[in-house]
């Protein structure tokens, strides 16, 4: 399903690069969406990682396969997986995407230069979601593998 929603080319983007840095995948937050013949339509995967010294989920990948796009899969297993962070006590989310998507669910632009990639990202498309007060005080520098 993956392939199908993003091509052979998914391995080469710069979120690519926080998951083989140590980003831990948590399949307790993480999403699937399923038809009625259990066929996967899509998925949003969660990691935990560490923004310098802070720490914060990453959202990624999320996808949709292209048959049932634009019927609301995305934004529902976006938004499921973002609760399921905040349930669990997360400060905050960060993710590359676009704004016009995430924002319904709260996301903003990261402010320049607060919180950096392993590689090239547009920054109008690094965004993040503050989870509970305070959420985002520590949030600053490369992302990457959680703190120990």
Same mark, same amino acid.
């Given at each position: 399903?993956?392939?199908?929603?993003?091509?052979?080319?998914?391995?080469?983007?710069?979120? =690519?690069?926080?998951? =083989?840095?140590g980003a831990v995948l948590e399949l307790s937050l993480s999403r699937v969406a399923l038809d009625e013949a259990d066929k996967v339509l899509g998925c949003c995967r969660i990691w935990r990682a560490g923004v310098g010294e802070g720490r914060a989920f990453f959202l990624g990948p999320l996808a949709v396969?292209?048959?049932s796009?634009?019927?609301?899969?995305?934004?529902?297993?976006?938004?499921?997986?973002?609760?399921?962070?905040?349930?669990?006590?997360?400060?905050?989310?960060?993710l590359v995407g676009a704004l016009a998507f995430f924002k319904p669910l709260g996301f903003s632009p990261v402010p320049r230069g607060r919180v950096t990639m392993?590689?090239?990202?547009?920054?109008?498309?690094?965004?993040?979601? =503050?989870l509970a007060p305070g959420g985002l005080d520590k949030v600053q520098g490369q992302i990457g593998a959680p703190p120990a």
């Amino acid at each position: 399903m993956l392939d199908r929603a993003f091509g052979p080319g998914r391995f080469a983007k710069t979120s =690519e690069r926080v998951r =083989e840095r140590g980003a831990v995948l948590e399949l307790s937050l993480s999403r699937v969406a399923l038809d009625e013949a259990d066929k996967v339509l899509g998925c949003c995967r969660i990691w935990r990682a560490g923004v310098g010294e802070g720490r914060a989920f990453f959202l990624g990948p999320l996808a949709v396969d292209p048959a049932s796009q634009h019927h609301g899969v995305g934004l529902s297993l976006a938004r499921d997986a973002t609760t399921a962070c905040r349930v669990v006590g997360g400060g905050c989310v960060v993710l590359v995407g676009a704004l016009a998507f995430f924002k319904p669910l709260g996301f903003s632009p990261v402010p320049r230069g607060r919180v950096t990639m392993p590689g090239p990202v547009d920054p109008a498309r690094l965004l993040w979601l =503050e989870l509970a007060p305070g959420g985002l005080d520590k949030v600053q520098g490369q992302i990457g593998a959680p703190p120990a």
